[in-house]
């Protein structure tokens, strides 16, 4: 069963899949509820930043589905702002057409495009 | 002091290591740090005559400190010792803090490198070592 606590404990450990040393804490907390292998080749890569040059590219969270007590869930984590390039991702606050016909942030739909 | 440079940031506390490998002291082992927040850095150390090694705090700065931006500074400890290699440290500091993981004091660790890391949920972030905290 998925609770609040379990959630914003995950959410707050989303940040460690950005290092590779980082990411192997991630993966001995999470290995039992989660269908996850070793260098977690599941884990989403993202890009933020602006412009063309000012770009960086790392893991941005993870996709993945539960088991054991978590069997039949799935879980989609994202990590938010832990970098200057982030933080200009967020400050690209345009609004963009999302071609399911909503309206999304342009920064986030600019780095989910690259997902 | 972090409030006369709000862009200060402790990226490592200071630590204190004794290495042993099977109860014996490591003289002379080659301690590599990696330090990994806004680049990565990396710095190397001896340890003495017992297997003692001190690892001094380290800052840096970023305006992202005055920023709403999550801080993590990743860490890793690898000794070389004998011609073997073992990762002792595996650390995401959450915490911009010195020493706000042992509430003000250095850390303080005894590391046997025969021993196998261990993953656990410390200092509300999650460190994995092989050592144990004196």
């Not at chain 1, 509820?33 to 590219?57: M, R, V």
């Not at chain 1, 832990?82 to 999302?98: C, E, P, Q, V, W």
């Not at chain 2, 803090?97 to 410390?122: A, V």
Request: contains cysteine; glycine residues 6%.
């Amino acid at each position: 069963m998925l609770t609040p606590q379990y959630s914003a404990q995950l959410a707050a450990d989303i940040y460690l899949i950005k290092k590779p040393n980082d990411q192997e804490i991630f993966f001995d907390l999470y290995k039992d509820d989660f269908d996850i292998k070793e260098n977690l080749p599941n884990k989403i890569q993202g890009k933020t930043g602006a412009f063309t040059l000012i770009k960086s590219t790392h893991a941005m969270g993870i996709a993945t589905c539960g088991k054991d007590n978590f069997k039949g869930q799935a879980f989609v984590a994202l990590k938010g702002t832990a970098s200057g390039y982030d933080l200009l991702t967020d400050l690209n606050a345009g609004i963009k057409r999302f071609h399911t016909g909503g309206s999304v942030h342009q920064g986030f739909y600019y780095t989910f495009g690259y997902l | 002091m972090a409030f006369l440079n709000p862009l200060k940031a402790c990226t490592f506390s200071e630590m204190k290591i004794r290495l042993t490998l099977n109860g014996e002291p490591a003289v002379g082992a080659k301690v590599i740090r990696t330090i990994d927040w806004k680049d990565e850095q990396v710095d190397f150390y001896t340890s003495d005559e017992d297997g003692n090694i001190d690892l001094p705090a380290k800052f840096e700065s970023s305006f992202t400190q005055v920023l709403p931006v999550e801080f993590i500074s990743s860490q890793s400890i690898n000794v070389e010792y004998e011609n073997n290699n073992y990762l002792i440290w595996i650390y995401a500091k959450r915490n911009p803090g010195e020493n706000s993981e042992m509430n003000g004091d250095p850390i303080n660790l005894s590391c046997e490198l025969s021993d196998e890391p261990k993953t656990e949920r410390k200092f509300k972030s999650a460190v994995k070592t092989s050592c144990k905290f004196i």
